[in-house]
């Protein structure tokens, strides 16, 4: 087997790998790099340039793995796009949102080659879609070869899978983005139990392990306890969030604790996808049964769109929980404007539950805390930081620990890291060489042949 990592910044990335098995030339997600501008965010398509691809699979849809889909599929228009039900609903809603973010980044940078898609390619590429349950094997076909595509549930959020492949006998597994607990909203992960041949890995919480006796439901109770005090010192509570799965986790975790009786009844103010993304896991649970979000719970709390008009420093009019995005703060984004106008003042609190890239916002204010201010570039303001900021560690991601105590369970005789940036790589690299020495373990350069 050969493969190709076309994710040209390393990273998290622009995720995107190339298999040649066989006669097979397949690949797995093809996204945009989160921080990268035009046509640098893509990956780098040469190796496929001139390759009539037989397989396309999709593993979830954040704009990481689904974003650059469409300019693959516009390539190969008579190819199967294999993913699973809720990927099939979530992609197009994704990509017609990035799109309409692509034409305003175009005005405000003045980018020229965006959008790099046209909703005509995201019709196209619907068309392709070709669903499979979970660990349900389908064979796909080659002259007189064949080869088998499993998708397993993977957790993180819904719809995600993990791939495994099956050629002659050779398992070639995909974990892609993984979370063995399960959240609220979802089921924890399932992964294929060995023997493996290749394990591809994500890698995103290399860098550091979990702290010792915080679970995911002690930093549940936490978030919960925080949100309480700050309601009750009468201030607003800012939940900066993904649209896509952890608005609608957060949304299930506050009403259940309100059913409970441990937090008020405050006003909730959310808006943007998010929002409709509700509605699309709502007709998910009820076509599929694959994840437990009810909308109606959004009538029963009330939710409200934020007062459009917010200025830096002015204190929120209405006072509640703000449930928005983007969950890195980045700027131009409701959750950037929310925070600018509630930090100055010490009745409120910011509530971070993912993971903040250290170069976004969010993770710049995280860094500066503690410091007397942080600047809002984006709006020119400089703000004094009264408002409580802190961190809970409901990321959608794996703990290291039990990635590497899967992998060992699958005894993989090559092992390839992806998804994380170079500490974290590095940090599974030498736990998987001691703990497996029979295996190969590679952080594969990218753009290279590699043959395994
Ligand atoms: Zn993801
Ligand atoms: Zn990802």
Not at 175 to 194: I, K
Not at 224 to 242: A, E, N, T, Y
Not at 350 to 362: A, E, L, M, Q
Request: glycine share 8%; hydrophobic share 35%.
């Amino acid at each position: 087997m050969n493969f190709y990592d076309l994710n040209r910044h390393g990273e998290i990335g622009a995720n995107s790998i190339y298999l040649q098995i066989g006669p097979f030339n397949i690949l797995v997600d093809a996204g945009l790099h989160p921080k990268k501008m035009g046509y640098d965010a893509l990956p780098d398509f040469e190796p496929i340039e001139d390759v009539d691809l037989d397989l396309i699979i999709l593993t979830h849809c954040h704009l990481d793995h689904l974003g650059a889909l469409p300019v693959v599929s516009a390539h190969n228009p008579t190819t199967p796009v294999i993913t699973t039900a809720p990927n099939e609903m979530l992609a197009p809603r994704m990509l017609r949102n990035s799109i309409n973010v692509m034409k305003r980044q175009r005005q405000e940078h003045g980018i020229s080659e965006y959008p790099l898609f046209l909703h005509r390619d995201v019709a196209q590429l619907s068309k392709q879609i070709t669903v499979q349950r979970f660990e349900r094997g389908e064979i796909y076909l080659k002259g007189k070869e064949q080869i088998e595509v499993i998708l397993h549930p993977a957790g993180h959020v819904a719809g995600a899978a993990a791939v495994e492949l099956v050629y002659k006998h050779r398992r070639i597994v995909f974990s892609g983005d993984v979370l063995f607990d399960a959240q609220r909203t979802l089921p924890g992960a399932h992964l294929p139990q060995g023997p493996v041949d290749t394990l591809f890995l994500e890698t995103t919480r290399g860098a550091k392990g979990r702290e010792s006796g915080r679970s995911r439901s002690t930093e549940v109770d936490r978030l919960i306890d925080k949100v309480g005090q700050i309601l009750d010192r009468d201030g607003s509570c800012l939940i900066p969030v993904f649209a896509l799965g952890r608005m609608q986790e957060l949304f299930k975790i506050i009403y259940e604790a309100r059913n409970f009786g441990r937090l008020p009844n405050s006003p909730i103010y959310a808006a943007g996808l998010g929002m409709d993304i509700c509605n699309y896991f709502d007709k998910i649970r009820r076509r599929t049964q694959l994840i437990d979000f009810d909308a109606s719970i959004l009538e029963k709390m009330k939710v409200k769109p934020p007062e459009p008009k917010m200025r830096p420093g002015r204190d929120l009019a209405k006072k509640g929980i703000y449930l928005v995005s983007s969950g890195m703060m980045v700027e131009y984004t409701p959750s950037y404007n929310v925070a600018a106008s509630l930090l100055p003042h010490s009745s409120n609190g910011i509530c971070f539950v993912g993971y903040c890239d250290p170069d976004t916002p969010g993770g710049q204010l995280l860094q500066s805390k503690d410091e007397e201010s942080y600047f809002f570039n984006a709006l020119d303001y400089n703000a004094p930081i009264r408002a409580s900021i802190d961190r809970f560690d409901l990321s959608g991601h794996a703990d290291r620990e039990e990635l590497v105590e899967y992998a060992q369970t699958t005894d993989a005789r090559a092992i390839v890291l992806t998804h994380g940036d170079q500490s974290a790589r590095e940090w599974f690299k030498n736990e998987l060489s001691k703990r497996m020495n029979h295996s190969v373990v590679l952080d594969p350069e990218t753009l290279v042949c590699h043959k395994i």
